[in-house]
């Protein structure tokens, strides 16, 4: 991935069965677009080296926590975060 021009900060198994997560470091739009896509590619075709199968389906197994492949947003305008602030739960005025 590295070699792809992606950038990972973080590796680390989650609660259900055979899950991962692999955090990439922030981006613009479309970069970002890009390179879940290429995320994607590669998991499918490592594991298919190993004779194993990826899904990113919500909820793949009855009564194991899903797989939501959630994004974190982290958005910014002048060098400064939009959603955090002074105000309830110190979140901004545009956050609530």
Not at 56 to 69: A, H, T
Request: hydrophobic share 35%.
């Amino acid at each position: 991935m590295k070699r792809m021009g992606m950038r990972v900060d973080k590796h680390h198994h989650e609660v259900a069965t055979c899950q991962h997560e692999l955090g990439l470091i922030f981006g613009g739009l479309v970069e970002q677009a890009d390179n879940i896509q290429k995320y994607k590619y590669v998991i499918h075709n490592v594991a298919h080296a190993y004779g194993k199968s990826v899904t990113f389906m919500p909820k793949p197994m009855k009564g194991d926590n899903g797989s939501g492949m959630h994004v974190n947003m982290s958005i910014w305008k002048d060098g400064k975060p939009l959603f955090s602030g002074d105000k309830y739960a110190d979140l901004s005025q545009e956050a609530l």
